[in-house]
């Protein structure tokens, strides 16, 4: 199930440094651990951008980890609040942990923002869902504009998960946030005789 899901650009995706893994003695664990769904919404919850589901770790085959950055992406504008939630709808209690690339280097900086890119942890309810609910203001300054960035959503009962760490029985998966800020409406006219005209705001053009 998707809303709002649209395709990055995949030559402006950076490739992750790394993913995480399954310990070893786990491997084939039916423990239901993991991530079932998704969402980044408006802040009130009306407006889905991202609305994704999928099985546990067990129910997506064994999975570790799911890169769902050419599927699922959304666009958010800075310096506005938007709701980002993780459910597992069979295990609670799990340990969770939400991470954007901000820099777009492939490289999770496992420090709280603004620090680093670890943007919130915590562990989710043992209500009927097992959600975990953010409230995350998207930030105007010190990240990477106009370009696909990763964000890397965590659930496991390990109480020792980072972006590329051995996860005990659950799963990460990888989306795609492209920060857009809001056109100011200052021009200059110009004529294009080769290339293409970006169309994001702050997007630096080259004059030869």
């Known amino acids: 199930m998707s809303s709002g899901a649209v395709a ?23 423990y239901n651990g993991g991530i079932t769904r998704v969402r980044v919404t408006n802040a009130a919850g009306t ?18 980890y799911l890169d769902k950055t050419c599927s699922q992406a959304a666009t958010l504008t800075p310096g506005t609040t938007y709701t980002i ?13 939400v991470y954007i690339d901000y820099n777009n ?11 680093g890119e670890l943007i919130n942890s915590g562990i989710a309810n043992t209500n009927q869902n097992f ?24 659930m496991d009962t390990s109480s020792n998960i980072g972006p590329c760490s051995q996860l005990e029985v659950g799963q990460a998966e990888d989306y795609a946030l492209t920060f857009k800020p809001i056109d100011t409406g200052a021009y200059i006219n110009t004529t294009l005789t080769a290339g ?13």
């Open 105 to 115: 280097d492939g490289v999770f900086n496992p420090a709280a923002y603004p620090a």
């Open 47 to 64: 407006l889905a951008l991202i609305d994704n589901t999928t099985g546990t770790y067990a129910g997506d085959g064994s999975k570790v």
């Open 85 to 97: 939630r993780l459910n597992n709808t069979s295990r609670g209690g799990q340990k969770v942990k």
């Open 131 to 154: 959600s975990y609910s953010i409230t995350y203001a998207a930030p105007t300054t010190g990240i990477t504009f106009c370009t696909p960035l990763r964000m890397r959503c965590i």
């Open 196 to 208: 293409t005209m970006p169309d994001c705001a702050n997007t630096p053009l080259t004059f030869t």
């Open 8 to 30: 990055p650009p995949p030559s402006l995706l950076v490739a992750s440094s790394c993913s995480p893994t399954i310990n070893p003695a786990n491997v084939s664990n039916t």
